[in-house]
């Protein structure tokens, strides 16, 4: 099952509120300050909702969720490492242009760094942990962008053209730097070479290389179930969006169904062990509702349908079912007293149901 849609712009209200820590520019060093923060210039009352990612894999860490925490705040950056090796017997892990596709989606600026620090790991021989950004190179792109007054689009691709090639030099230097110091083996050069290779040839060539890859990896994703996916259907379904610039995107959608000619995209997190998913797992899924729930011109195998967005949380603790789509305070008070939940898990319902139903989504809780 192949479903084809396009994005034109985001139009979604964040109702689920998330308190940043305000770092002032003077205390600012993308190494100290949490995943996710609010940067302050008292000076000209300037201010950046900054997230910091930990890996340029998007599957590590959950920076779906940093990213979906700032985006109330009217400039909002991502700061993603370029590459990230953590030794000859660890990953080593490339950024990929539908990531900054999506950030330019969601009108996130990216600023590209690069680590220049690490220390040895303690247990494993030839892998390295605790790496530490280039603090000064993520500063002088920060103030960069105070001075950029185009969209975070122009500066994303402004920076893949004109950056980004130097800044695999740099990688290269500081890891050849790192090996030698800690005496720990790294991936070899050749991979970061041909990178860079794919990177100088031009921009179209760098989408139309990770395009394929990524549209190998949905393929194969789509024969997987993850861990913290229960599905009723088992049936994953392939999506392909397209943006008002041409530019696609490769998701896999964990569970589709298909009702009274309705397509239900849903988006699954699943606890073993507590009564909701964790915080992150739920934020992680509403960023898959902001896109889904601004599709346009869905098509099923070619054929127009109308989607509708689904974010389905189950737990092995939970009997029943409650919908935002069809549900009341006094079943919301049952099911809570019924399970006993706590006052913030409450919350959490309550906040969910109302940014399901502001942005035309579906929030789906209850047991498997």
């Known amino acids: 099952m192949d479903i084809f849609a396009e994005i034109t712009g985001i139009k979604y209200q964040k109702i689920f509120t998330s308190e940043l820590k305000l770092i002032n520019d003077l205390e600012f060093d993308i ?30 860490s959950y920076p779906y969720e940093r990213v979906y925490n700032i985006l109330s705040s009217s400039k909002k950056i991502s700061v993603i490492p370029v590459i990230k090796d953590e030794g ?29 620090s690490a220390t040895k790991h303690k247990t494993r021989q030839d892998k390295i942990t605790n790496q530490k950004f ?20 122009h500066w994303n691709l402004k920076e893949i053209r004109e950056s980004l090639p130097s800044l695999i030099d740099n990688v290269k230097d500081s890891y050849q730097n790192i ?8 991936h070899d050069e050749k991979g970061i070479d041909k990178f860079q290779e794919i990177i100088l040839k031009g921009l179209n060539n760098f989408m139309e290389n990770f395009r394929e890859k990524a549209h190998l990896a949905q393929t194969r994703e789509k024969q997987t179930i993850q861990p913290k996916e229960v599905l ?20 896999t959608v964990d569970e589709v169904s298909i009702i009274d000619n309705k397509l239900y995209l849903i988006e699954s997190k699943h606890s073993n062990n507590s009564k909701l ?8 899924g509403l960023l898959k509702m902001i896109l889904y729930s601004n599709l346009e011109n869905t098509k099923l195998n070619d054929n127009l349908i109308e989607q509708i967005p689904v974010l389905n949380l189950s737990s092995n ?9 069809t549900h009341n305070q006094e079943e919301v008070n049952k099911f809570s007293h019924q399970h ?29």
């Not at 190179?137 to 185009?150: D, G, L, T």
């Not at 603790?317 to 789509?325: E, F, N, T, Y």
């Open 340 to 368: 006993k939940l706590s006052n913030k898990q409450i919350d959490i319902i309550h906040t969910l149901f109302q940014e399901a139903n502001t942005n035309n989504f579906i929030v789906k809780i209850g047991g498997i």
């Open 179 to 186: 090996s030698n110091e800690l005496n720990v083996k790294l």
């Open 277 to 284: 998913p964790s915080l992150s797992d739920i934020k992680d």
């Open 88 to 116: 000859i017997k660890g990953d080593r892990d490339f950024i990929q242009w539908d990531t900054i596709s999506l950030m330019s989606l969601l009108d996130v600026y990216v600023i590209l760094g690069y680590y220049d």
């Open 317 to 325: 603790k939970l009997l029943g079912l409650i919908d935002s789509s």
């Open 134 to 153: 280039n603090s000064g190179y993520i500063n002088s792109k920060i103030n960069e962008i105070k001075n950029y007054h185009s969209s975070a689009l």
């Open 31 to 60: 190494n100290l300050i949490p995943s996710n923060c609010l940067l302050s210039y008292s000076n000209n009352n300037l201010s950046f909702g900054i997230c910091k990612w930990v890996s340029p894999k998007r599957t590590r």
């Open 232 to 251: 009723n259907t088992l049936s994953k379904a392939t999506i392909t969006i397209k943006n008002y610039l041409g530019g696609l995107y490769f998701f």
